[in-house]
């Protein structure tokens, strides 16, 4: 049985290990921006390429969870290729309704997330960035003009009026977006630090009890 006493202790840890989390997957989002904007012999030069940019594997995402009391966060990074089968800025009609689809799904996480319906989790902002999206809705198209190694990061803020409720996260992504085959997950909660892998058919993520 868990010390009353050590409750305020024990949300002061997780909400220390959720911003480090959130704030490692921000600079490293960051890193690849920088990155693709000056190109990657600029980065070698200057030592500025991270380990996420080097990273860029197709059919492979990262996610990070972070709970902190109501407060769920999910911050997605992949790349292009997993969910729209192309990279590049959108060059037919096609690709752009691809692209406009895709957004306007991270926009409100339909069918990707889900949770136990007693946790009553939903959904307060929806934010996604990518290269090819409109400059309106996320960050400029580089001046370069380069089409290589598009990435994606989103994030997710759930606020769940019964977060210990939620003992998983079930995980559409494989289903809306086929050509993702592996999902590394990275997570904080005030039961501490955890990762998983999942692949299909895997849905689920359990979370630490």
């Given at each position: 049985m868990?010390?009353p006493a050590?409750?305020p202790?024990?949300?002061?840890?997780?909400?220390q290990l959720?911003?480090?989390?959130?704030?490692a997957?921000?600079l490293?989002a960051?890193?690849?921006?920088?990155?693709?904007?000056?190109?990657p012999?600029?980065?070698?030069?200057?030592g500025?390429?991270?380990?996420?940019?080097r990273a860029?594997?197709?059919?492979?995402?990262?996610l990070?969870?972070a709970?902190?009391?109501q407060a769920?966060?999910?911050?997605?990074?992949a790349?292009?290729?997993?969910?729209l089968?192309?990279?590049h800025?959108?060059?037919?009609?096609?690709?752009?309704?691809?692209?406009a689809?895709?957004?306007?799904?991270?926009?409100?996480?339909?069918?990707?997330?889900?949770f136990?319906?007693g946790?009553?989790?939903?959904?307060?902002?929806?934010?996604?960035?990518?290269?090819v999206f409109d400059a309106?809705?996320?960050?400029?198209v580089?001046?370069?003009?380069?089409?290589d190694?598009g990435?994606?990061?989103?994030t997710?803020?759930?606020?769940?009026?019964?977060?210990?409720?939620?003992?998983s996260?079930?995980?559409?992504?494989?289903?809306?977006?086929?050509?993702?085959?592996?999902?590394?997950?990275?997570?904080?909660t005030?039961?501490?630090?955890?990762?998983?892998?999942?692949?299909p058919?895997?849905?689920?993520?359990a979370?630490?009890?």
């Amino acid at each position: 049985m868990t010390d009353p006493a050590e409750a305020p202790f024990r949300r002061t840890v997780c909400r220390q290990l959720a911003a480090a989390l959130l704030a490692a997957a921000a600079l490293g989002a960051a890193a690849q921006d920088r990155q693709r904007s000056a190109g990657p012999a600029s980065a070698a030069r200057d030592g500025t390429a991270s380990p996420a940019s080097r990273a860029h594997v197709h059919g492979a995402a990262r996610l990070t969870v972070a709970l902190d009391a109501q407060a769920l966060t999910l911050r997605l990074e992949a790349p292009l290729e997993g969910l729209l089968g192309f990279e590049h800025r959108p060059r037919t009609e096609a690709q752009r309704s691809a692209v406009a689809r895709l957004q306007a799904r991270l926009r409100s996480a339909e069918g990707l997330f889900s949770f136990a319906p007693g946790a009553a989790c939903r959904l307060m902002a929806g934010e996604a960035r990518s290269a090819v999206f409109d400059a309106g809705l996320a960050i400029s198209v580089p001046s370069s003009g380069r089409d290589d190694h598009g990435d994606l990061d989103a994030t997710f803020e759930f606020r769940c009026d019964r977060p210990e409720a939620i003992d998983s996260i079930g995980i559409g992504l494989f289903d809306a977006y086929p050509r993702l085959r592996r999902l590394s997950v990275e997570g904080a909660t005030d039961k501490g630090q955890w990762k998983r892998e999942l692949r299909p058919p895997a849905r689920t993520v359990a979370l630490p009890r």
